[in-house]
């Protein structure tokens, strides 16, 4: 009964889902074409059984990254197949697309739409990023035969609570065919509430903490901010969201009059409100320039808006000081250990239910310190910019976090080599 209201409920909204698509489409132009894929008409493009991984955004693609890379070199004539829901997301997988990768949009949940994905996709083994659980999606692996690994899984206590009157649709699907690699035993915990087969539990750890810094990173951070921004105190706001630009500004506004040529790289989360950023730039007469228009950046430039994709680790390489958004407003925060990889102290706000572990971990070794309003961001990027020293330390703790929490990748590769040893069986000469 329950697994018939949920398809009752999916088929209704489905083409509400569509239309919204479409009409995002109109507005912005990353929305545009490529619709009939959320049905599951996909191009077939390999000849052979392909390895799916499915990363919902940008965050989740940055996440795979290391996996995609382990991946191509442990099975380097195997095809793979990432799919996402978000343009953005699909902007970063063509950023690392190649002859044996590709990408396409994940079908929306509907028992027609997921099967035609299967057939022409012909996955041997799905590889679903941290939280996205779709019953018919499951389901039809189960009937197909396909394993299904849900790597770097994180369950917040929120979304057991939402998701309790759904438990047994989950429990269905989740004690078939399903292996969950949780990010933390406090995850696992959560996954078995929600029906998840004890047996096929497993706490690897969280992916993110394993990203790959290119080693000339911070010298390219370091040669960008002598050419642009010399002799300057630099903070970044990375990843905000609509209702943190004030708050943000409002801070800079204070901070300028402590450091009056103190310059704020300001990174929105979307690219559809660049504009919309911009446009309150000009309305708070905020001196800026933005990535996209100015090659340089004024002497008496109050705000570089980062109105790019790809480029804000560069610039936190570049930076003093990092507040990473989506955590003061109710998003959940994004993640913390772009800036702590590159030894940035970091300043984030209450919201971070997404990665709550992460967050407590960061705040109780002093790695980072969690601002409420525009005066405690004000506050601690003064104190922070006027001392070195305080910058150094915080800043090694967080490197010292991320190092000691590696090892997600080599845990995780050792739940999906035995899925795919077939595979290398077939390669061998």
């Not at 899984?153 to 699907?173: G, H, I, N, P, Q």
């Not at 390489?317 to 003061?328: E, K, T, Y």
């Not at 102290?345 to 209450?350: D, K, Q, S, V, Y």
Request: net charge positive.
């Amino acid at each position: 009964m329950l697994r018939l209201l949920y398809n009752l409920c999916i088929h209704l909204l489905a083409p509400c889902a569509l239309l919204l698509t479409a009409w995002r489409g109109w507005r912005n132009p990353m929305y545009r074409g490529r619709l009939m894929e959320r049905l599951g008409y996909i191009q077939p493009g390999f000849s052979g059984p392909v390895i799916w991984i499915h990363a919902v955004s940008v965050g989740e693609v940055q996440a795979s990254t290391p996996l995609l890379r382990a991946l191509q070199q442990r099975y380097p004539q195997q095809p793979l197949l990432v799919t996402t829901t978000t343009p953005t997301g699909a902007q970063r997988v063509a950023a690392l697309a190649n002859a044996t990768l590709r990408h396409c949009y994940l079908p929306y949940d509907l028992p027609g739409a997921v099967r035609r994905f299967l057939s022409r996709a012909r996955p041997c083994l799905a590889i679903v990023l941290e939280t996205e659980l779709w019953p018919n999606l499951f389901r039809e692996c189960a009937r197909c035969n396909i394993p299904v690994i849900i790597a770097s899984a994180r369950l917040s206590e929120k979304s057991v609570r939402r998701l309790r009157w759904a438990t047994a649709l989950f429990a269905d699907v989740l004690a078939q065919n399903v292996i969950i690699a949780a990010q933390t035993a406090g995850d696992a915990q959560r996954f078995e509430r929600l029906g998840a087969n004890p047996a096929r539990l497993h706490v690897t750890g969280n992916l993110k903490f394993d990203l790959h810094i290119a080693p000339q990173l911070r010298e390219q951070g370091a040669r960008l901010r002598a050419s642009r921004f010399a002799a300057r105190v630099v903070w970044v706001a990375g990843s905000t969201h609509a209702g943190e630009e004030e708050i943000v500004l409002a801070a800079h506004r204070q901070l300028r009059r402590e450091h009056p040529r103190a310059l704020l790289i300001l990174a929105p989360r979307h690219p559809n409100r660049f504009e919309q950023v911009h446009q309150r730039l000009v309305a708070d007469q905020m001196v800026h320039t933005r990535r996209t228009v100015d090659g340089e950046i004024g002497a008496d430039a109050s705000v570089l808006l980062l109105d790019t994709l790809g480029e804000l680790m560069l610039f936190y390489a570049a930076a003093d000081v990092a507040f990473v958004g989506g955590s003061l407003v109710p998003i959940g925060g994004h993640s913390l250990l772009e800036p702590a990889a590159l030894g940035l102290p970091i300043l984030t706000g209450p919201c971070n239910f997404n990665a709550a572990d992460v967050a407590r971990m960061f705040l109780d070794r002093g790695a980072a310190l969690q601002v409420n309003d525009a005066e405690q961001l004000y506050a601690a990027l003064a104190s922070l910019l006027s001392s070195s020293a305080e910058r150094t330390a915080m800043g090694e703790r967080a490197l010292e976090l991320v190092a000691s929490n590696r090892g997600a990748l080599a845990r995780l590769m050792l739940l999906i080599e035995p899925l795919l040893s077939p595979l290398r069986s077939e390669a061998a000469p």
